[in-house]
């Protein structure tokens, strides 16, 4: 099982980005409960979303998630400097098993 | 809130085993609904899922590491541990531990990291 993410994207600051996570074979579901993280150089994974849509503890709005074609989605609306990062998406796939998806670098400029 | 401190040898040589151990902070390792984790990431790529483990003893492993892993845990320490063996240089990379919420499949909190080179 392969979980896709792009390897990097661009936005510009206060502008609007949405970032996927899929699967080389299949569709994700609600049933993947679909996490996303944030990771700063140097430190280890912020949990921002959960169960596809629910933000964790103390993150910002402007963090969303939902299912968009067939995919995971996680979309920042009103990307600030501080959002350039990596993300990675998770995907639960039964019997106990989590898979990463290989990271989306976020540029903001 | 729950703190996780990862421990171990920072240097291993190719074909030993490595040991880490996750100390568990602020909250009790037999907590019930939540598994116990480790996480890696090679340097400079993406992360890995490695292992979970319940307090109960169920454990989950990645396919692509099963046979060479085991994730074990004493509830006596509040503490958790992760055996690798045959180690290579693919396996140098920063181990995480990690708590995840049984219920909704997420990694709720982090250790800090801990970097494995294997090196002869």
């Known amino acids: 099982t392969v979980v896709t993410q792009e390897p990097s994207f661009s936005v510009s600051p206060g502008g609007t980005v949405t970032l996927t996570c899929g699967l080389n074979?299949?569709?994700?579901?609600?049933?993947?409960?679909a996490s996303w993280y944030q990771q700063t150089p140097g430190q280890p994974p912020r949990n921002l979303i959960y169960s596809t849509n629910s933000r964790f503890s103390g993150v910002p709005e402007r963090f969303s998630g939902s299912i968009l074609d067939n995919k995971a989605a996680l979309t920042i609306t009103g990307a600030q400097a501080e959002d350039e990062c990596h993300y990675y998406c998770v995907l639960y796939m039964g019997s106990g098993i989590s898979v990463f998806g290989g990271g989306t670098k976020l540029t903001v400029l | 809130q729950v703190q996780m401190q990862e421990s171990g040898p920072g240097l291993v040589k190719p074909s030993d085993t490595l040991s880490l151990t996750c100390t568990v902070s602020n909250d009790s390792i037999r907590t019930t609904g939540y598994y116990w984790g480790w996480i890696r990431q090679p340097p400079g790529k993406g992360l890995e899922w490695i292992a979970n483990i319940f307090y109960k003893g169920s454990t989950f492993y990645n396919p692509s590491l099963r046979g060479r892993v085991t994730i074990s845990v004493d509830v006596s320490k509040n503490q958790f541990s992760l055996s690798l063996s045959l180690m290579t240089a693919a396996d140098t990379a920063v181990y995480f531990c990690a708590r995840r919420r049984i219920s909704v499949a997420n990694f709720d909190s982090w250790g800090q990291g801990t970097l494995v080179t294997v090196s002869s």
């Open positions: 074979s299949g569709s994700v579901s609600s049933t993947h409960y």
